[in-house]
Every structure is written in structure tokens, then in C-alpha cells.
């Protein structure tokens, strides 16, 4: 479908490089945090490897309860406006943690942890499901490698240029978070610049027409259904290979059973008596050979 008219490519394209920021604009914000987040509170706050290391414990709880409360989060908000807001969200935690009067205040950095742990999950995992729907299966696995590799990408770059905008700022944190609030605030002016795109990524897109058709119910097919039946199953059974010839095993009928039967009664008073003239079987270590020994027994065996 995309190959008509180039709208549906472009438009697919679009929603992926949409996509495709905001991922890693994410990514990158959060590894400026791990980055130099226990280095500002050292020496902002005063805290030492107890306090960082509850702090942080802390903020894996409130988003693990974040993950928790996503489901019932997309069926008020939706999708796409979810994955918006969140990004909204994760942006006013980098306001937070500027420091516009120094020195930074507690209930900033606290506030702002809590805020950052609750919409930097929700944002990553409502990417996913958005690249799921506007992406077609067919390339799915290419493109989740791309962004795969923006995200790390980010995470290569984003500790070092933090460390070092942070160190060269004289340990302030406006130049810091300032700068990647500045770049979210860029990335959500794409996202409102396009926002139809985005809007019919979140409802399916035509990459989710292209690859999964839609089934017909029984009471939604038309009266020419039956026809179209017949032929399909016809085409089925010509496209069918037909199974491999077997040969048929020989079926014995009762009565050829009882004259089995009846031989084999008749012929074991003559076998008895050819054993006590002689023995019929010798045994060996390795197997047991029948030996006839006599001519009486092999007249009553040949009977």
C-alpha cells in the first residue's frame, strides 16, 4: 500500500522517525541522570552511599507501581495521548531538578526522582506498543534494530557529555537539565508538528491493514460467499498433495484362521511323539536352533 502514490510510505516513515526520536531523546535524558544523579546529591545535598542507595530503591518501587497501573492508564488516556503525556511528564521532572536559585533544595531533587521514575517507564513502554502498530511485520525486525541502536546509542553518549557539562558548568544544574529539557521541548514540537501521522500510528495504521486482514464473520459474508466456498476448497484440494501409497496388508478371514487352528491341533500329536524319539531342540549360548531328528518329525512337520 505504501508503494501508491508514495502517501502511505511516507506516512509510515514518518511515524517511525517520530518514533525513533522520542525514543531516543528518552533514552538520553535518563542516562544523563544515572550519569551525575548520585554526584548532585553528594555534594548539593549532602547525602552519602545510604541515603543515594534508598533514594534509588525507592524510585524502582514507585515505577514498578507505575508499570502496574498502565493498563488501566491506556484504556482512559489511550495510546498515543499516554505516550504524550508521560513525555510531558518526564519533561517537568528536568525542571525540577534545575537549580534556578542555588543551592538545589531536597524537595526538588525528591520531587523529581518520583516524577522521572513514573513517566520514563510508561514513555519507553508506549513507544514499543506505537512502533508495534505503525511498523508492518515484514519490517519490524530491521527497524526494532534501529531502534535498538538509538537507544544505545544515547546510553554511549549521554553519560560522558553529562559528566562533563556538569563539571565545566562549575557543578550547577541549569546548564545540565536545562539543555535536555530544551531538547524534549524540540522533540515534542515534532510530535505536535505531526500529530495526524501520529494520531493514525496509535488507531493501527495502514502497516497493520497491510499485514493483518481482518476476518469475515459468518453473518457478514454475501450470498456469492458459497461459491467463492466451493472454488476455495476446490483450489485447496488440487494444491494438496496426495498421500504416499501404502501397500495394503493381507486380511485373513475366519475361516482361514480356524483352518490355521485346526492344522496346527492336528499336528501336535505327531510332533509329541517325534520328541520322544529324539529331541528337537538344541540350545546354543547365542540362539536356539530347531532341529529335526527324526523322520517322524519331519513328516508330522511337513503335515
Known amino acids: ?166 563539571s565545566a558548568s562549575g557543578f550547577r544544574t541549569y546548564p545540565l537539565f536545562a539543555g535536555a529539557g530544551c531538547v524534549m521541548s524540540l522533540t515534542l514540537g515534532m510530535v505536535w508538528l505531526w500529530w495526524g501521522s501520529l494520531e493514525r500510528a496509535g488507531q493501527g495504521g495502514e502497516g497493520a491493514v497491510e499485514t493483518c486482514q481482518p476476518l469475515l464473520r459468518d453473518e457478514d459474508k454475501g450470498e456469492g460467499s458459497e461459491g467463492e466456498e466451493d472454488e476455495e476448497e476446490a483450489y485447496i484440494e488440487s494444491a494438496t498433495p496426495p498421500p504416499p501409497h501404502r501397500p495394503s496388508k493381507p486380511r485373513l478371514s475366519l475361516l482361514d484362521s480356524i483352518d490355521s487352528v485346526e492344522s496346527l491341533l492336528a499336528a501336535l500329536p505327531s510332533s509329541y511323539a517325534a520328541a520322544r524319539e529324539g529331541p528337537l531342540l538344541l540350545a546354543t549360548p547365542r540362539r536356539t536352533h530347531s532341529l529335526v531328528s527324526s523322520q517322524s518329525g519331519r513328516e508330522a512337520l511337513a503335515s
Not at 554526584?39 to 542507595?53: D, H, K, R, Y
Not at 488501566?72 to 534556578?100: I, N, P, Q
Not at 508495534?132 to 538509538?150: D, E, I
Request: hydrophobic share 50%; aromatic share 10%.
Open 1 to 166: 500500500r505504501g508503494g501508491r502514490g508514495g502517501k502511505g510510505r511516507a506516512w509510515e516513515w514518518r511515524s517511525f522517525g517520530i518514533l525513533l526520536c522520542m525514543f531516543g531523546t528518552l533514552v538520553l535524558v535518563f542516562s544523563v541522570y544515572e550519569g551525575v544523579g548520585t554526584q548532585i546529591s553528594e555534594c548539593a545535598l549532602g547525602w552519602g552511599v545510604q541515603e543515594n542507595g534508598l533514594f534509588l530503591g525507592t524510585m524502582g518501587v514507585v515505577a514498578v507501581l507505575a508499570m502496574l497501573c498502565l493498563r488501566h492508564l491506556e484504556e482512559a488516556l489511550g495510546d498515543k495521548e499516554l505516550m504524550v503525556a508521560a513525555y510531558c511528564t518526564l519533561l517537568l521532572s528536568l525542571l525540577c531538578f534545575v537549580d534556578f536559585d542555588p543551592p538545589l533544595r531536597m524537595w526538588q531533587w525528591v520531587l523529581g526522582g518520583v516524577v522521572l521514575a513514573c513517566s520514563f517507564p510508561v514513555s519507553q513502554a508506549m513507544t514499543y506498543v506505537l512502533f508495534a502498530r505503525t511498523v508492518p511485520r515484514s519490517k519490524q525486525g530491521v527497524l526494532m534494530g534501529y531502534l535498538t541502536s538509538a537507544g544505545s546509542l544515547a546510553r554511549m553518549i549521554g553519560p560522558p557529555l553529562a559528566t562533563t557539562t556538569y
